[in-house]
């Protein structure tokens, strides 16, 4: 009896970042449940609450990793960030007193570079939040800006995977 052959590794790891139960906080993981449901082939989707052991574990096995978080500065809610983390370091919007999770993303992702285990392609959406209490229901500009983010990232995944199925 032969054994199926193995899947082959994911393009890209999408990871959604965030607490469903703190409002706002829940964006990344929406994001990440709508890529997940565009059913793109070798792109691997991760829920995370945003400790960064569980971070840095899930996207060292990937090349091309995209992070997902909701933010809380000064800009309007619903605003859309993009960054390049291996181009530039992250702006401190991704400091712990703006998120409600134990520890920054930039501090997972210094770390990460710190170790040297920064992925070679690490992309972060960001979408800037308005509510981060108790709760459930998001703000409006919070979930309009939802599907704008995900059709982004699947535009890109997209790319990605086309020109890694030619490679």
Not at 95 to 105: E, F, Y
Not at 143 to 148: F, M, T, V, W
């Amino acid at each position: 009896m032969s054994r199926a052959p193995a899947p082959p590794p994911a393009t890209a790891l999408v990871v959604g970042i965030g607490n469903e139960y703190r409002s706002d906080d829940g964006a990344g993981l929406l994001v990440a449940r709508r890529v997940r449901a565009a059913g793109l082939g070798r792109v691997e989707v991760r829920e995370e609450g945003g400790d960064v052991g569980d971070l840095l574990a899930s996207w060292s096995r990937s090349d091309s990793v995209f992070l997902v978080d909701s933010v809380r500065s000064d800009s309007s809610p619903g605003t859309i960030y993009r960054f390049d983390a291996r181009a530039a370091q992250l702006p401190s919007i991704f400091v712990p007193h703006v998120s409600s999770h134990s520890v920054g993303l930039a501090e997972a992702v210094e770390l990460a570079q710190a170790l040297d285990e920064l992925p070679p392609r690490l992309i972060v959406y960001a979408i800037e939040g308005a509510d981060f209490s108790s709760g459930t229901r998001l703000s409006a500009a919070v979930q309009a800006a939802i599907p704008a983010v995900a059709e982004r990232l699947i535009g890109e995944l997209g790319a990605l995977v086309t020109s890694g199925e030619r490679s």
